[in-house]
């Protein structure tokens, strides 16, 4: 299964499942996954927020309401989202 949903195909064009899988096994088990751009969760043992392109997001009103990196930072903490890059 890992090699099927690994593999990049027209059908599949954004095999995420190997970052999935670092998730489930590095992040801590209270940490949520924010998804942009993306709606496939399936495979994620943690809890997320999935925003397709065309969805409604919190993330562009919490965008807007904040005067401040620092304040759109302390409201993905509040809402428990981990931010790592």
Do not use: H
């Amino acid at each position: 299964m890992k090699a099927y949903l690994s593999t990049q195909r027209p059908s599949f064009p954004c095999a995420y499942y190997q970052t999935l899988e670092y998730a489930n096994t590095k992040l801590e088990k209270n940490a949520r996954i924010l998804f942009l751009g993306e709606t496939r969760g399936l495979y994620s043992e943690r809890r997320f927020l999935a925003q397709g392109c065309g969805d409604f997001s919190p993330v562009v009103e919490w965008t807007k309401k904040s005067n401040s990196a620092s304040e759109l930072y302390s409201r993905f903490k509040e809402e428990g989202l981990l931010i790592f890059y």
